[in-house]
């Protein structure tokens, strides 16, 4: 009964070892399809920022990296600065609304160092961004919260900064300005990082090993003990 209870069980475990593996190969093949897909985007030439109609309808799989353009006027007096670590060392995005005819969108025009935080150029007139559309970043288990009352951003979460700064009518996304230079130097656009990690064969392969270890372990179990010869016993 014991024998007949853990080789059942093994072969539940190797089922579902299985079911993970071809999991772990679908979801590589979609992350292929999403990697070929937003190579596409970051290639093409920009079109109009989304506005208001189109929405609803705004996802990361159609629509995260896609080129964009945009213009109106920043709204300097209403910039955040959101904490950042990048090739160039730590510092802030400066993230910036931008007021179009119809809305406002956020716009992160780049990178500043901790000593450069207050010398970032401050263009006045109307502007004209172009950059990548990103998905909003409302944080999650690895970013600190923000603290809006006290200034402190950790991630770029387009809603709460709108609270934040009083700003109506705001794009559900935000945009990462292009490589453009600023004058003075800085920010410094076009740091955004377009990589998305691709493990999933390397998962796929150990689930389907810890497969076979059950199968080979349901099959010690049951496969019959072997017969002791007597001969020489006496």
């Known amino acids: 009964m014991k024998r007949t209870l853990l080789t059942a069980l093994a072969l539940l475990f190797a089922a579902g070892f299985v079911a993970l593996?071809?999991?772990?190969?679908?979801?590589?093949?979609?992350?292929?399809?999403?990697?070929?897909?937003?190579?596409?985007?970051?290639?093409?030439?920009?079109?109009?920022?989304?506005?208001?109609?189109?929405?609803?309808?705004?996802?990361?799989?159609?629509?995260?990296?896609?080129?964009?353009?945009?213009?109106?006027?920043?709204?300097?007096?209403?910039s955040v600065l959101v904490k950042a670590v990048t090739d160039r060392g730590g510092g802030y995005w400066v993230v910036t609304p931008?007021?179009?005819p119809a809305f406002t969108v956020l716009v992160n025009r780049g990178f500043v160092p901790q000593d450069k935080r207050d010398a970032a150029s401050r263009p006045a007139g109307r502007v004209i961004v172009t950059g990548l559309l990103r998905?909003?970043?409302?944080?999650?288990?690895f970013l600190r919260a923000n603290d809006p009352a006290a200034g402190r951003w950790y991630s770029r979460d387009v809603a709460a900064i709108a609270k934040a700064k009083g700003l109506g009518r705001?794009?559900?996304?935000?945009?990462?300005?292009?490589?453009?230079?600023?004058?003075?130097?800085?920010?410094?656009?076009?740091?955004?990082?377009?990589?998305?990690?691709?493990?999933?064969?390397?998962?796929?392969?150990?689930?389907?090993?810890?497969a076979l270890l059950?199968?080979?372990?349901?099959?010690?179990?049951w496969r019959p003990a072997p017969l002791r010869s007597n001969i020489g016993a006496q």
């Not at 998905?135 to 288990?141: D, L, Q, R, S, V």
């Not at 004058?183 to 389907?208: E, K």
Request: proline fraction near 8%.
């Open 98 to 100: 931008l007021e179009t």
């Open 21 to 78: 593996g071809v999991w772990q190969v679908e979801r590589r093949a979609w992350k292929h399809d999403l990697i070929a897909a937003v190579d596409a985007r970051i290639h093409t030439a920009p079109v109009a920022a989304p506005g208001p109609a189109a929405w609803p309808d705004i996802s990361a799989d159609k629509d995260a990296y896609r080129r964009v353009r945009a213009s109106g006027r920043l709204r300097h007096d209403r």
């Open 214 to 221: 059950c199968l080979f372990f349901a099959w010690r179990l």
């Open 135 to 141: 998905i909003n970043e409302p944080g999650g288990a």
């Open 170 to 210: 705001v794009a559900p996304y935000f945009v990462d300005a292009d490589a453009a230079p600023n004058s003075g130097g800085y920010p410094v656009g076009g740091l955004t990082v377009v990589r998305f990690p691709d493990n999933h064969l390397v998962y796929a392969l150990t689930w389907f090993a810890l």
